[in-house]
């Protein structure tokens, strides 16, 4: 096991009725006016956006709205949050909604007291190592989504205009204060919706499992189980969207998926992410989707590096059994893997996710790797490299 530091401070408030707390929260973090991020109208339509201003005016808490966001969180309204925390006098952002609308408070909160532009900051030339955030305003998240698990990370992804690049900022300065999570909130999400957020739940897990670092038996279990757990609760979840015990598994696990507790002292990929990040650049689709799409393709072209790795993976994740040819079993596993994917119905091709073979040179140059440089740990892949796996999703 690798030395690491783990730093994880956010506040959970989980169960029924918990977006109660919300006003009681961002005062118990410095908050008296709040910037109140949020996305389409699906959060006024189900009834949480006017609880979660219930809660704020109950608390005595100001709030300026700023809805907007979509999907792959885009730079403008990342710039126009800015602008209004500034002239507003806004002292906490409140993001009400998916990792989309997390993410994209996150980068509100760096930019608002950041004193260049923040893009500069975040994503400078060197793409692949950008600075990390070492201040930002306070940050909550009342959840509606489980997926991305931006309520208990450091990070946040935002989309460059007009470059159609995603780039990422990251800091634990950037670690929500608090997140409300409530399960029945995730009630009336569509099973496509529900089904990219367990596709990337399961991808954030896979991103640690996969690494070269031995001796890490404690998060290898944790890793695994959370696996299992995603797939089993995933299955009720997807033949009664209404079973709270199973959406508050998924929910919770979406947390423990990417707060990094399963990462520590470990070498983590993340090749899955950066490449899949230049397909929703480019086509705008969902994450999840793009996921179900890359990480399959990568499973197989990087394989042969650890062949034990991923044949421990068919067997523990998978219930593979054990046999003579670890090749095999690896192989079953990947398989099995892929069929979980479509059997939820998500894409595992570029004809399936809409994309354009044509593209691939496009999407492995957008990734920024200049000469000799690579994109991932468990394999380390070149510009090249990332041609020819996305050649097998074709």
């Known amino acids: 096991m690798n030395d690491f530091e783990f730093e994880s401070p956010t506040h959970f408030a989980f169960g029924r009725g918990a ?28 009834g949480v956006y006017g609880k979660v201003v219930d809660a704020l005016e109950s608390a005595g808490v100001g709030y300026v709205p700023l809805g907007g966001v979509k999907p792959n969180p885009r730079e403008a309204l990342v710039r126009e949050g800015i602008d209004l925390v500034r002239r507003e006098g806004i002292d906490f952002i409140l993001a009400v909604g998916g990792g989309s609308a997390i993410d994209s408070a996150k980068a509100i909160a760096f930019g608002a007291v950041y004193d260049g532009d923040f893009r500069d900051h975040a994503y400078g030339k060197d793409c692949r190592n950008p600075p990390v955030v070492k201040k930002a305003m306070p940050v909550g998240a009342v959840l509606t989504i489980a997926a991305a698990g931006s309520e208990g990370s450091c990070n946040s992804i935002i989309s460059l205009e007009p470059d159609n690049l995603k780039r990422t900022l990251s800091g634990d300065a950037l670690r929500p204060r ?13 099973p496509y919706q529900t089904a990219c957020g367990l596709a990337d739940i399961f991808a954030h ?6 690494t ?37 598994n998924v929910m919770w696990a979406g947390t423990l998926a990417h707060n990094n507790v399963c990462g520590v002292g470990r070498v983590q990929d993340w090749a899955s992410h950066g490449i899949e990040h230049e397909l929703s650049a480019l086509y705008d689709c969902a994450h999840g989707a ?12 990087v394989m042969d590096a650890d062949v034990a790795r991923f044949a421990r993976f068919a067997e523990r994740v998978w219930g593979v059994a054990p046999g003579p040819d670890g090749r095999a079993v690896a192989k079953e596993g990947i398989a099995r893997y892929r069929a979980w994917l479509e059997s939820i119905g998500l894409p595992t091709t570029f004809a399936g996710l809409g994309a354009r073979a044509e593209d691939i040179p496009r999407l492995a140059a957008n990734l920024g790797l200049a000469e000799g ?9 070149s510009a090249a490299d990332v041609e020819s796996l996305l050649s097998l999703a074709v």
Not at 23 to 45: D, I, M, N, P, Y
Not at 216 to 224: K, L, N, P, Q, Y
Request: hydrophobic residues 45%; proline residues 5%.
């Open 19 to 46: 977006e109660r707390r919300t006003g009681e929260l961002v005062r118990a973090f410095g908050g008296t006016r709040a910037l109140l991020h949020f996305g389409g109208g699906s959060v006024k339509a189900n």
């Open 178 to 190: 608090f997140a409300v999570m409530n399960p029945e909130f995730t009630f009336t999400l569509p």
């Open 205 to 210: 897990v896979a991103e640690r499992y996969f």
């Open 212 to 248: 070269p670092t031995r001796g890490v038996a404690v998060t290898d279990e944790v890793c695994e189980a959370l696996m299992r757990t995603v797939v089993s609760e995933g299955a009720k979840v997807m033949r009664d969207g209404r079973d709270y015990d199973a959406r508050a």
């Open 290 to 301: 793009g996921l179900a799409v890359v990480m399959p393709a990568w499973m197989e072209f």
């Open 373 to 381: 440089q690579t994109l991932g740990r468990f394999r380390p892949l």
